[in-house]
């Protein structure tokens, strides 16, 4: 038996859990007891505003987070872990909140299914970048932190299609692009155990970014929209960032990113300038 009784009891207890590493281990035991069938129903419990955070890290403003040291410096390495250790705490938490906020009869088991799957992963994530991190001799919380990282959830906390739109498709999709480089750069320090933690959570974020393609797609085809004039417009009302080139295109494609998609991108970005 589970401690909980339905999936969005469990959604709000990882949310509500504020030491970073519970947190990532109780999303995954909710994610198993889901596979496991334990957890029968979905539930309707509502989810906190913000989820719990531990003390540490320091939370910054972007403007505010220090600079990065000479490329390749153990410091250098540990900052890029660190940061990404706290994007994956974040991820285990948009992962959960999507659960709770938007769960709905309306909506098919496999939704929860592919959620909850993404949840676990992003839980993985986290473990995998913090033992990491103590191998090196550090630790998350030691760091500051990117403060800002929620502020897509809240923005998109009415609207499922809004929440789509940007999580995966925008934010995550942004970790595709991005990733191979950094990849690269563990590899030129010699660090090969923390380029391959980098490898494993690109392929894994393919599917992230693929799982939020297919909802967002159904969500379009149920409500008889288009999905690629649907997505521009939600990310010109809800998305401040730059979106900006280079793209990879190939994991992009692998998602399920139609071509039409990155135009999309490149077409947002300059409405912006
Ligand atoms: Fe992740
Ligand atoms: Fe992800």
Not at 116 to 143: I, K, M, P, Q, W
Not at 230 to 237: D, E, G, H, S
């Amino acid at each position: 038996m589970s401690q909980f009784a339905t999936l969005t009891d469990g959604a709000c207890a990882v949310l509500g859990t504020a030491d970073a590493r519970a947190k990532a281990l109780l999303s995954r035991r909710v994610a198993q007891a889901w596979r496991d069938k334990v957890l029968p129903e979905i539930g309707s419990t509502a989810p906190p505003d913000r989820p719990s955070r531990p003390e540490r890290p320091e939370l910054l403003a972007p403007g505010r987070m220090p600079r990065r040291r000479s490329a390749g410096s153990l410091a250098t390495r540990v900052a890029l872990l660190h940061a990404l250790a706290h994007i994956e705490l974040n991820a285990v938490d948009l992962a959960w909140d999507l659960i709770a906020r938007f769960a709905s009869p309306d909506l098919p088991r496999s939704f929860f299914d592919d959620w909850v799957t993404v949840a676990d992963e992003e839980g993985l994530h986290f473990l995998l970048v913090s033992d990491r991190l103590a191998d090196l001799g550090a630790g998350y919380g030691d760091l500051p932190a990117h403060d800002g990282l929620w502020e897509a959830a809240v923005d998109t906390a009415h609207d499922l299609m809004a929440r789509l739109a940007i999580v995966p498709l925008v934010l995550e999709a942004r970790g595709l692009d991005v990733t191979p480089a950094m990849i690269r750069r563990f590899e030129g320090a010699g660090d090969l155990e923390s380029a391959a933690i980098l490898r494993i959570i690109l392929r894994d974020e393919i599917g992230h970014v693929a799982v939020g393609m297919r909802w967002f797609d159904w969500m379009c085809q149920r409500n008889r929209n288009d999905s690629l004039p649907m997505w521009r417009k939600l990310v010109k009302t809800h998305f401040r960032g730059a979106l900006k080139p280079p793209f990879n295109h190939e994991a992009r494609q692998t998602a399920g990113f139609a071509p039409d998609f990155h135009e999309g991108l490149c077409n947002a970005a300059d409405a912006r300038l």
